[in-house]
């Protein structure tokens, strides 16, 4: 048994292969516990009332192939970077087109925060009848 992660390297060179790190065994516990968010509080700006907050599209969303200026964004709220995988971060524009788990950064008012997770996040309804 580990106390410490960063000891394991001694134990394997001193020929221990199976080593338990008592510490990764608790992080993987709390990782597997800690359920997922498509939205996640990253800094209150308390002097302002805004936030910023960021949104990771899920693979449901009906943002996904949609233009930022065709979003139905509550008022205020503004999308201020986007991060995607295997590209730099840059800002979006409203002729950026979303793909399947962009992260996005947004600014907003706390007040607002659940219609832009709706907007960004939600399922397009399906037509009846079909």
Partial sequence: ???????????KKLGID??????????????QEVPTHHL????????????????RIPPHSSAIGR???ELDLPPGAVLALLIRKNQ???????????EVEDQLLAVTKP???????????SQRAEKRGK
């Fill in 1 to 11: 048994m580990i106390n410490n992660p960063e000891n394991e390297k001694v134990f």
């Fill in 18 to 31: 199976v080593t338990v790190s008592s510490t990764n065994l608790i992080l993987e516990h709390i990782e």
């Fill in 40 to 55: 996640m509080h990253l800094l209150n700006l308390e002097e302002t009332g805004l936030e910023i907050v960021e949104i």
């Fill in 67 to 69: 233009k930022v200026k």
């Fill in 88 to 98: 730099r971060p840059a800002v979006p524009t409203p002729d950026t087109i979303l």
């Fill in 111 to 121: 007040e607002a925060e659940e219609a832009l997770r709706i907007s960004l996040t």
